[in-house]
């Protein structure tokens, strides 16, 4: 069983709010992800890191931010949601890159009205 | 440059049948191949992976996979399915030297009693 952590599961908000998706490993994994999933759809990654302090951008854009201040924990926020942002988010870790296996959430399906 | 291509969006057999979910990748680079599954409101699990060692692959709960390399193929086979197995399944390429795990759009498995 994955030792990753999502919260909140669920999120219904209103236009214009300020929210932060929370992810936790206690796998120690350097590597993380978060990924952007529609309903019935493939995922694609919006946000990576390799360690503390090392954050990119992925293959979609995503008007949300990132930090990665300790390893264990990798949030994604929105300064200001709308409803074009409502999608699951699933966040993953992996031990090494290309060749380990990524290791999911649960997601955070966020819908915002 | 690499993709995967899963060649069924939805597939439907029944319960005892085999099942086949295909998949074919491009990869400029030795691939290294995955098959995820996903049930409804949960993030992706593991089934099984191919990392250069031997060609068929035995994962979780019944579910094998042959890498052909002639044939650009990763196609995903369990004898006997089992009405537990309907859910979401996703195919993924990664290589040496890059650090994407790239998706296919997924094929959802139904399985009739």
């Known amino acids: 069983e994955a030792d990753i952590y999502q919260t909140p599961r669920y999120l219904v908000i209103g236009t214009g709010k300020k929210i932060t998706l929370e992810c936790s490993q206690t796998?120690?994994?350097?590597?993380m992800y978060w990924y952007q999933q529609d309903p019935g759809m493939e995922l694609h990654l919006i946000h990576y890191?390799?360690?503390?302090?090392?954050?990119e951008k992925g293959d979609l854009s995503s008007e949300s931010t990132v930090s990665r201040i300790r390893t264990e924990h990798f949030p994604l926020t929105l300064e200001s949601a709308r409803p074009s942002h409502t999608s699951q988010y699933l966040c993953a870790s992996s031990e090494y890159t290309n060749t380990g296996e990524l290791f999911f959430g649960e997601g955070s399906r966020l819908t915002v009205l | 440059a690499q993709s995967v291509t899963q060649l069924d969006s939805h597939v439907s057999v029944s319960e005892g049948a085999l099942v086949l979910l295909r998949c074919n990748y491009s990869?400029?680079?030795?691939?290294?191949l995955f098959w995820y599954v996903q049930y409804p409101n949960q993030g992706l699990q593991l089934l099984l992976k191919y990392t250069s060692a031997a060609t068929l692959v035995k994962g979780i709960n019944g579910f094998e996979a042959e890498f052909k390399k002639s044939e650009t193929s990763f196609h995903l086979t369990k004898p006997s399915a089992h009405m537990s197995d309907a859910a979401e399944y996703f195919c993924?390429?990664?290589?040496?030297?890059?650090?994407?795990?790239?998706f296919g759009t997924g094929t959802r498995l139904k399985v009739l009693a």
């Open positions: 796998m120690g994994h350097d590597k």
């Open positions: 990869s400029s680079v030795p691939p290294y």
């Open positions: 993924v390429v990664s290589g040496a030297g890059t650090y994407k795990y790239i």
């Open positions: 890191s390799y360690g503390v302090n090392s954050t």
